[in-house]
């Protein structure tokens, strides 16, 4: 039956049904439109956030050839550790060998003796310990300063910092070994040499002198007697002054950086010298020398205050143009000298402060 109830009903159900379906509608579009507002923000973020760039061809060199270093840096180190333990092992068999060939009475006088030998080596290690910590000490308050400019490591490629160190390390044994030794600085270094340095058994006790800082500033009261040595300068140095803090750069291979340390000591103010090379002897071929070559020369010149017996006494004979009767007589002492020190043994010279 048709009745009004029925009617509003059914009119009611028409009115609202169109409008449900548009407010889902509208919903509908409302999250369709989040979503993809939010994938295009996502995409948007992805194209920001674009790969590395990829590597230029110097840095590829550059860090090839670190690799390199590295692999052949360990490859050598466990060759030598290798080889020490062949050694150890050799020694001890022959020394077992040697003790079953005798009686027990033989046996028990022989390993007294050995430990009496030992007793003694360590003696005289620790006497001489002692008296280089003495000269170095006596060096530190009245001894001739030389400082090592350690600020060229960024011209250098890791071989060449980790031959620098090697040199350091070899500047401060034969500082310690010499007679009159110098009151050494090391100056400017940070970076990897300062990490190369760092890593080096013992050098926190070294018996020197150290500043991160470039020597400008630290020797900011004393500048003017400051003295850079290098060999493009025009003043012939004669005599060391006690009064003067004498500069030696630290570069390796300085044939690709002709007149650098010339010209910052220059820029700074600061005076330059050479040594006087060329008044006692000729040089063949290159005439740059190293770090430890200078500093040893300056020991000597300490000692013997012969500029020609401290040339003739550190530069090697490959270096100087002598007659054949002079090359004979030294290559007859450095085969009676033979190979006086290795790598090991600097640095148990340089950790033995």
């Not at 070994?177 to 080096?200: D, F, N």
């Not at 550190?314 to 004979?328: D, G, H, L, N």
Request: glycine share 4%; proline share 3%; aromatic share 6%.
């Amino acid at each position: 039956m048709f009745t009004l109830s029925n009617l509003i009903t059914s009119t009611s159900a028409l009115i609202y049904k169109p409008n449900h379906q548009v407010k889902t509608a509208k919903m509908d579009a409302t999250i369709t439109t989040t979503a993809d507002h939010h994938v295009a923000t996502q995409s948007a973020t992805t194209d920001h956030l674009s790969p590395p760039q990829p590597l230029s061809k110097n840095a590829q060199k550059k860090l090839l050839k670190q690799q390199r270093f590295e692999a052949k840096k360990a490859e050598k180190k466990a060759a030598m550790k290798e080889e020490r333990k062949r050694k150890g092992e050799r020694k001890r068999k022959e020394w077992e060998e040697k003790l079953s060939n005798l009686s027990e009475e033989e046996r028990l006088k022989m390993i007294e003796t050995r430990k009496g030998m030992r007793r003694e080596r360590m003696e005289q290690r620790n006497e001489e310990r002692e008296s280089k910590t003495l000269r170095l000490s006596e060096a530190k308050k009245s001894g001739q300063k030389v400082v090592l400019d350690l600020q060229f490591s960024e011209l250098m490629a890791p071989n060449e910092i980790h031959s620098l160190v090697k040199q350091i390390m070899y500047c401060y044994s034969v500082n310690g070994r010499s007679v009159v030794p110098c009151h050494l600085w090391l100056t400017g270094y940070a970076g990897e040499i300062e990490s190369q340095l760092q890593k080096m058994p013992g050098f926190d006790k070294w018996i020197i002198d150290k500043d991160t800082g470039p020597y400008i500033n630290t020797f900011e009261s004393q500048k003017e007697n400051l003295v850079y040595l290098t060999a493009d300068s025009e003043n012939m140095l004669s005599e060391l002054d006690l009064n003067k803090i004498y500069i030696i750069g630290g570069l390796v291979d300085r044939n690709r950086w002709k007149g650098i340390t010339m010209k910052k000591a220059v820029d700074q103010g600061i005076q330059t010298a050479k040594l006087p090379i060329g008044n006692y002897l000729k040089m063949s071929g290159s005439q740059v020398l190293t770090v430890n070559q200078v500093i040893e020369i300056l020991l000597k010149f300490l000692e013997t205050k012969d500029w020609k017996e401290s040339f003739f006494h550190v530069i090697p004979q490959r270096k100087r143009c002598e007659t054949e009767e002079q090359v004979a007589q030294e290559e007859e002492e450095e085969g009676e000298e033979g190979d006086e020190e290795s790598e090991q043994g600097l640095k148990r010279q340089c950790i033995e402060t």
